[in-house]
């Protein structure tokens, strides 16, 4: 058999990403019990999809803070910038999620960080809202209050209307 008869076949190994992609899908729709199952096979939780986005990015731009929380406690990189430049905290600026800002605010996220265009996530959170306020802090140093950012709902669970009054000591 000569050269000229064997056909090239080039076999490229298979590359699916069906648990990235599955993570990301987790982040976005903050499934606590899928991410945490997910990250549990040894998924790479800074792998970028088709889109540039990381699971972390992905669950800062929906608000997503317990998958966040989850993510980052399984080593994902709170700056890690995505083809121009873009932070998940720049995500969560542009989209007004304060408790996702905080959040990555508090684990060294860097509030001045700017993208490709120059702009900060400052300049990405709504003018004169909450979230704005916070980053223009941290850009000088101080770092939101993790009491506030972790703190749980006091409200009750069972209108107060239905709870029977305590009988009184006579």
Same mark, same amino acid.
């Given at each position: 058999m000569t050269s000229a008869d064997e056909a090239v076949k080039t076999v490229f190994p298979k590359s699916h990403f069906y648990l990235e992609e599955a993570l990301c899908e987790a982040a976005r729709t903050n499934d606590l019990s899928k991410t945490r199952?997910?990250?549990?096979?040894?998924?790479?939780?800074?792998?970028?999809?088709? %889109?540039?986005?990381?699971?972390?990015?992905?669950?800062?731009?929906?608000?997503?803070?317990?998958?966040?929380?989850?993510?980052?406690?399984?080593?994902?990189?709170?700056? %890690?910038?995505?083809?121009?430049?873009?932070?998940?905290?720049?995500?969560?600026?542009?989209?007004?999620?304060?408790?996702?800002?905080?959040l990555l605010l508090l684990c060294g996220a860097v509030a001045s960080k700017p993208t490709w265009s120059r702009c900060t996530p400052r300049e990405y959170a709504p003018s004169g809202s909450k979230l704005r306020k916070i980053l223009e802090q941290a850009e000088l140093g101080t770092l939101p209050d993790p009491k506030q950012v972790f703190e749980t709902s006091m409200d009750p669970l069972v209108p107060k209307f239905s709870i029977p009054p305590k009988p009184s000591d006579k």
């Amino acid at each position: 058999m000569t050269s000229a008869d064997e056909a090239v076949k080039t076999v490229f190994p298979k590359s699916h990403f069906y648990l990235e992609e599955a993570l990301c899908e987790a982040a976005r729709t903050n499934d606590l019990s899928k991410t945490r199952r997910i990250l549990m096979e040894r998924v790479d939780p800074n792998w970028l999809n088709g %889109f540039g986005l990381s699971p972390l990015h992905i669950a800062c731009q929906n608000g997503s803070f317990e998958a966040a929380k989850m993510l980052i406690c399984n080593n994902a990189l709170v700056d %890690f910038e995505n083809a121009v430049g873009v932070t998940p905290l720049h995500l969560a600026a542009k989209n007004n999620h304060i408790k996702c800002a905080q959040l990555l605010l508090l684990c060294g996220a860097v509030a001045s960080k700017p993208t490709w265009s120059r702009c900060t996530p400052r300049e990405y959170a709504p003018s004169g809202s909450k979230l704005r306020k916070i980053l223009e802090q941290a850009e000088l140093g101080t770092l939101p209050d993790p009491k506030q950012v972790f703190e749980t709902s006091m409200d009750p669970l069972v209108p107060k209307f239905s709870i029977p009054p305590k009988p009184s000591d006579k």
